[in-house]
């Protein structure tokens, strides 16, 4: 009977450790977290391996080219305009992306084709206009 007492001891402490130990990563995550109402987009290119990748842009600001095919950006909440380089130095609309607190939208974009098109996995309606919107 002490043996089972000693262990369950061991078993508390231990246990008491990992909590406290997620406590302190809870805590830390969520100083990385950015304040106010804002949500996060996952950019997929396929194909990853394509040697030149468009340039993409969020409402016109350029973003920093993609590593291995993919990116996780936080955004403020609302529609934001993913758009990439076109013809004449113009920037095309690939997609509206409607960010929602907390949640990741994921797009995916094919850069097979010209111009580029996202691909979302949800969006929101079947009507060609709103197959452009992805929706978190």
Request: charged share 20%.
């Amino acid at each position: 009977m002490y043996h089972e007492l000693r262990k369950r001891g061991t078993s508390v402490r231990a246990s008491a450790a990992r909590l406290g130990s997620a406590g302190l990563l809870v805590s830390a995550l969520a100083g990385c977290i950015p304040e106010g109402d804002s949500g996060f987009v996952q950019i997929k290119t396929v194909p990853v391996s394509a040697v030149t990748q468009p340039s993409l842009y969020f409402d016109s600001v350029k973003l920093e080219p993609l590593k291995k095919g993919e990116a996780v950006l936080s955004r403020k909440t609302g529609t934001t305009k993913l758009q990439a380089d076109g013809a004449g130095g113009q920037l095309t609309l690939l997609c509206d992306i409607v960010v929602k607190k907390n949640r990741i939208t994921t797009v995916t974009v094919s850069i097979v084709e010209r111009p580029p098109r996202c691909q979302c996995s949800h969006n929101a309606s079947q009507s060609p206009q709103a197959n452009r919107t992805c929706i978190g």
